[in-house]
């Protein structure tokens, strides 16, 4: 299909595409992809990465089907009683254009998504309807399907077949929040389809049947602010999400106020509350903790420090461990020591005491860790609380300006799990 001639147009692309720029369940949105083909305006409108199970940063269209909706959730751009332009896709018409760009090695994939346009039955079944018309007509590109709450379980189960990851989007933490602010949804609308595909999952493995199913997963979404619900909570929620569902990441989205409601808060809630529930999240993915030990139930994370550095400052009982001798999991648990490093350690120190000087000769990173443990006996740390916790603010202080504060941790995980 040639763009210039397609059936959507410029105009239902723009409309179709920003409308779903608000979905962060792809791990990045957004962002705009010269176009080599001389495509209007010079960019592909909806070009947004995210990244497969095997490691891999795709390009992938990211697209509503319809932001024509009949639900009235008050912190969405898209509800019925907003007043913003509309535009609906066919089927057809999203397959031709996933494919077009397809061909073109403007993308890799596609992010299909859709407001529950009609009822929620119909707007699943035009969501199959494309995913099928994709895969039956050769597609082998990544396709992340959204599923749409209160759909019949077959209509999901299908479209699971055919797609290689799918989300329902929690949104807010808590059913009291959802009959509040999202009243046409419920926590089951949106839990009881989770488990059933973690489930069926689960029965493809055991039977070992030919191929996979959702092979890179379930993944969700949740708005941080808009509801009065703490951090611990939200925590205690994606720890749940985790252990029950089996889902493969929780995304955190920090309120901004795009519409304006009286039940809604008037300001953002900023950038630094969703980074903490992130770093907070990857220790509950992969280095050993609770919710219950990262934070109290009814408590927000600091912002001053990092989850691992306020878990160490609370324990400081705990500290210092030597290197020498420290397990594995005791060792991720150190401020400043990621993955990577603590593999090396214990790796070395089989065939050596190791001392400071091994440990910057093996880059392990000690402007924090230093304070939280002993090498061969030595302390080179702070010797008070406050000179700790000063100096770890300082550090944080410093560190702002960076994406991750985890040190190596983060590039190290992505090796050790595939994932971003």
């Known amino acids: 299909m040639d763009y210039n001639r397609g059936m959507i147009s410029e105009e239902r692309l ?13 791990s990045s949105s957004g962002s705009a992809r010269k176009n080599a083909g001389g495509m209007g305006n010079g960019y592909i409108a909806g070009c947004c990465h995210s990244f497969t199970p095997d490691g891999r940063c795709v390009s992938l269209l990211k697209i509503l089907m319809s932001n024509d909706c009949v639900y009235d959730c008050k912190y969405c751009p898209n509800r019925v009683s907003a007043d ?39 707007t699943m079944e035009n969501l199959l309807l494309t995913v099928k018309k994709l895969r039956e007509g050769g597609f082998h590109g990544y396709i992340h399907l959204k599923g749409i709450p209160h759909a019949d379980a077959s209509l999901v189960r299908e479209a699971a077949s055919y797609a290689d990851r799918m989300s329902y989007n929690v949104e807010l933490p808590s059913e009291s929040s959802l009959k509040l602010l999202a009243p046409q949804k419920s926590k089951e609308s949106l839990l009881t389809p989770m488990r059933n595909l973690a489930a069926e999952a689960k029965r493809f493995r055991e039977e070992k049947r030919k191929g996979a199913f959702l092979p890179a997963g379930q ?45 809604l808060p008037d300001r953002p809630v900023g950038q630094l509350r969703e ?7 990857w220790l509950l993915r992969f280095y050993g903790f ?37 397990p594995l999991e005791v060792l991720l648990r150190v401020p400043g020591i990621g993955a990577r490093s603590a593999y090396k350690i214990t790796e070395a120190r089989r065939f050596a005491r190791l001392t400071f000087e091994h440990l910057k000769k093996m880059r392990v990173v000690l402007k924090r860790a230093r304070h939280f443990v002993t090498c061969d006996g030595k302390f080179y740390g702070a010797k008070s609380e406050t000179a700790v916790r000063g100096l770890l603010a300082a550090t944080e202080n410093r560190n702002a300006v960076q994406l991750s504060l985890f040190s190596d941790e983060e590039n190290a995980l992505k090796a050790l799990t595939g994932e971003l």
């Open 14 to 26: 723009k409309i179709l595409t920003e409308s779903a720029k608000y979905d962060v369940s792809c």
């Open 219 to 263: 993944t969700t979404q949740m708005i941080v602010g808009a509801s009065p619900e703490t951090d611990g909570q939200i925590l205690r929620l994606s720890q749940s999400l985790y252990r029950v569902a089996g889902l493969k990441r929780v995304y955190y989205s920090s309120y901004v106020p795009v519409v304006h409601d009286s039940l």
């Open 84 to 122: 913003v332009p509309r535009a609906s896709a066919t089927p057809d018409e999203i397959a031709e254009l996933t494919v077009d760009f397809y061909k073109r090695n403007y993308i890799e994939g596609l992010f299909l998504s859709s407001a529950v346009a009609e009822t929620p039955n119909r």
């Open 275 to 281: 980074h903490r529930l992130y770093q907070a999240d």
């Open 290 to 326: 609770s919710a219950e030990e990262i934070a109290p139930a009814d408590a927000d994370l600091p912002l001053e420090y990092d989850p691992k550095c306020a878990w160490a400052l609370r324990n400081l009982h705990l500290f210092p461990v030597e290197i020498n001798r420290a």
